[in-house]
Nanobody, 115 residues
Framework: VQLVESGGGLVQPGGSLRLSCAASGFTFSRYDMRWYRQAPGKERELVAA????????NYADSVKGRFTISRANAKNTVYLQMNSLKPEDTAVYYC?????????WGRGTQVTVSS
């Protein structure tokens, strides 16, 4: 089982990034997918979630209207489009495959928002 995040980097405030999470080793289309983030000295927090077929999405209040989660089951990939980035969005971003029985985590990708 593997979840590999990519697309992080350094961006100026107001900029955009698109994170990807490529999954392998399990039946991706059967899992809800979630993006979390963890800033230095803070707890890991849920940022966005999408159901297995993509029919329902939820967001943390802090990112509503700026971030969009999507998935391509044919590509075993989940995305996080991040617009209007703020310095407080700086964190390591992780994807998670979620089910009632088992969860899988990626290793994360660093996002730094700074001028």
């Amino acid at each position: 089982v593997q979840l590999v995040e990519s697309g992080g980097g350094l961006v100026q405030p107001g900029g955009s990034l698109r994170l990807s999470c490529a999954a392998s080793g399990f039946t991706f289309s059967r899992y809800d997918m979630r993006w979390y983030r963890q800033a230095p000295g803070k707890e890991r927090e849920l940022v966005a979630a999408i159901t297995s077929a993509g029919g329902s999405r939820n967001y943390a209040d802090s990112v509503k209207g700026r971030f969009t989660i999507s998935r391509a089951n044919a590509k075993n990939t989940v995305y996080l489009q991040m617009n209007s980035l703020k310095p407080e969005d700086t964190a390591v971003y992780y994807c998670k495959a979620h089910s009632a029985l088992v969860n899988y985590w990626g290793r994360g990708t660093q996002v730094t928002v700074s001028s």
